[in-house]
């Protein structure tokens, strides 16, 4: 701290100026490049969050004309009395078991293998074709998928009915649409998307391991899957851990593909808290903000919690 | 496997950096089957683009007629496309701009003029990237749009837009100046050059492979954004192409298969194209200071 305040005062006396305006203009002109950025942060991404946070407390309903009372915990009392929010909340958990490993495991070993190819130009056309997906925006790859998944005319469905004859038009696979294959569907589909990018990640962590390390267990005679468990496991828990923790909250909160594969349809698996917030919010009734705010507040504190935890189990050791 | 084999491999791997030849067979089959997996739903978006209406309907890989009639129908006869495109190409140019300056003047100011609080801005980004701000907050954002008159206003999605990836865009290009030394910014500065040239003659050089990177980061997220868009969004001639192509039921009327995968590939070559031509900096800003962001 006082090196930092030295060090400014050393560079206000650089400066033209000096004196007292002269450092009150600076402290503006310091804050003048963070101000547009700020604003929008704050305006979009802070202040929501804190005004969904009163709301919750409140019975604030979006269509109604009356005005909205502070109900204090009303509302959570209400929400975690709803079976439904258990059952939300286990659906996003469910969803995220059956996405998380997969999103984790191949991309690593599709890395080490990735790490090992000789030729640079091999390599740079791997890494580009594994990336393609990654610069495919959200919403097109749920409509591709949509239609990979479509029960007449998907590909998918396609293979299984007439080339491999494993079903009849009548009994193939019901994908989407809120089945019970729904979830992993989509989980298949994140795991297709991810793939490239984790691969990055992970070969980027590869790439900072130095080669010696590996090379002298080898030569103590250790073999690969030791090298691996050893050696390269331990130096990529970092970059595992913020890929761990970041899917397991972005799997949580998937919204968008629910309200594209899943709809409104309590009883569909896809119904999560974020679609139960969504509906309450601005589809039922008079728009009961007020309550959808204390479900997104359960919903958001419950994966904090795990991802604190998660944190905490990865956390470095020694 | 026997220790002197295991010996042997430890010496030839560090010689050719491949175990043997079969391995190296092996593992690039494993590769290029997981390329397979990644470039088979694409490729047969592609040609079902360009297959006959009647090919369309059986449903197999190659078509026996190729008809590529279905590019110029879907913007002749689809009357709303060519405006839900228009939405999508200004919106998405308009959040990524603004995203990239706010981004880039905040990274300098965060490493280079670092500004008494500059820490606790660090932190707020970092912790912003754990919550679920972007599911939580679109109660409130509605609240703020309907507030400011931008319900059913294309151009107000730009403001939501420009935080969707704005934390993280931050987060890079602060990691990219901590690899420019201070001295650089310092002596321009005694030469008497502002902030704003030190920025844009010594800083937007050294940071291009990053800059490179949150243009593709925020481009890819802006054009495929669904939630806000429609939420915010009624009607659907102001809508963007996600939320259009997502509505649209494939295989009835004017969304024939063949028509939906044109509108398809229309909409996602230019990413791809771009990528592909810029993927040299991209690859660099990512190694040099992206991933550790």
């Known amino acids: 701290m006082a090196q930092t305040i030295a060090e400014s005062e050393a560079k206000l006396g650089a400066g033209a100026g000096g004196g007292e305006a002269g450092l009150l203009r600076r402290g503006v002109n310091e804050w003048l490049f963070l101000a ?48 439904l929010m ?26 080490i293998l990735v790490d090992r190819v000789g030729s640079q130009r091999l390599a740079t056309l791997y890494r580009v074709i594994l990336l393609i997906p990654a610069v495919i925006p959200s919403t097109l790859i749920f409509v591709l998928w949509k239609w990979m998944y479509n029960y007449q005319s998907g590909p998918i469905n396609h293979l299984l009915v007439n080339t491999f004859g494993l079903f009849t038009l009548q009994n193939a696979p019901q994908w989407l649409g809120g089945t019970a294959l729904t979830l992993p569907a989509i989980a298949v589909m994140e795991v297709w998307w991810g793939l490239g990018y984790h691969t990055i990640f992970f070969i980027a962590g590869l790439a900072a391991i130095p080669k010696e390390l590996p090379d002298a267990a080898r030569i103590d005679g250790a073999n690969e899957w030791q090298v691996f468990w050893h050696v390269t496991r331990p130096q990529l828990a970092p970059i595992m851990m913020i890929l761990v923790v970041l899917r397991f909250g972005s799997a949580m909160a998937v919204i968008d593909e629910y309200l594209i594969f899943g709809g409104f349809n309590r009883a569909s698996p896809t119904y999560t808290w974020t679609i139960f917030m969504y509906d309450q919010a601005f589809k039922l009734g008079l728009w009961r903000q007020g309550y959808a705010a204390a479900i997104g507040m359960i919903g958001a504190i419950a994966m904090m919690c795990v991802m604190a935890a998660l944190i905490w189990v990865f956390r470095p050791k020694g | 496997m026997t220790l002197e084999a295991d010996h042997a491999d430890a010496a030839a791997l560090r010689e050719t950096n491949a175990s043997s030849a079969g391995g ?15 470039l088979l739903p694409l490729g047969w978006v592609l040609l079902m683009s360009v297959k006959s209406l009647p090919d369309a309907m059986r449903g197999d890989f190659w078509p026996s007629h190729f008809d590529f009639t279905h590019y110029a129908f ?29 981004a880039v003047i905040a990274g300098y100011a965060l490493v280079h003029i670092k500004p008494i609080g500059a820490g606790l801005v660090v932190t707020a980004l970092l912790v912003s990237l ?30 939501p837009y420009v935080t969707l ?7 890079i ?6 690899l420019v030394p201070h001295e650089m910014f310092e002596s321009a500065r005694i030469d008497g050059a502002g902030h704003w040239r030190a920025l844009w003659e010594i800083g937007i050089p050294m940071v291009r492979n990053g800059l490179v990177v949150i243009f593709i980061v925020n481009f890819v997220s802006a054009w495929g954004e669904y939630l806000l868009c429609l939420t915010l969004i009624d009607d659907e001639a102001k809508r963007t192409m996600p939320v259009v192509l997502a509505a649209a039921q494939g295989g009835q009327g004017q969304w024939a298969w063949p028509n939906l995968a044109a509108v398809y590939v229309i909409v996602v070559t230019p990413g791809i194209i771009a990528f592909t031509l810029a993927q040299r900096l991209f690859f ?7 991933l550790k962001g």
Not at chain 1, 37 to 53: E, T
Not at chain 1, 87 to 108: H, Q, V
Request: aromatic share 14%; hydrophobic share 55%; glycine share 4%.
């Open chain 2, 165 to 171: 990836q704005l934390a993280i865009s931050i987060l």
């Open chain 2, 24 to 38: 190296a067979a092996l593992r690039h089959l494993v590769i290029n089957l997981f390329n397979l997996i990644i």
């Open chain 1, 86 to 111: 258990w059952t939300s909340l286990g659906r996003a958990a469910l969803f995220t078991a059956m996405f998380l490993p997969g999103t984790i495991i191949l991309p690593l070993l599709l890395a």
């Open chain 2, 130 to 159: 754990y919550f679920p701000v972007r599911v939580v907050s679109i109660i409130s954002i509605y609240e703020t749009q309907h507030w400011l008159g931008l319900i059913n206003n294309t151009a107000g999605l730009i403001l």
């Open chain 2, 173 to 178: 290009m602060r990691s990219m100046f901590q």
């Open chain 2, 74 to 102: 879907v913007f002749h006869r689809i009357a709303t496309l060519p405006v839900n495109l228009f939405n999508s190409i200004y919106v998405t140019t308009g959040s990524v701009l603004i995203t990239t300056f706010c």
């Open chain 1, 36 to 83: 547009p950025a700020l604003a929008f942060f704050i305006g979009y991404q802070v202040w929501p969050i804190f005004r969904v946070l009163w709301l919750s407390f409140t019975d604030f309903q979006f269509l109604s004309e009356k005005p909205a009372h502070w109900v204090w915990l009303d509302n959570y009392a209400q929400a975690l009395r709803d079976p």
């Open chain 2, 284 to 290: 660099k800003g990512l190694m040099e200071g992206a």
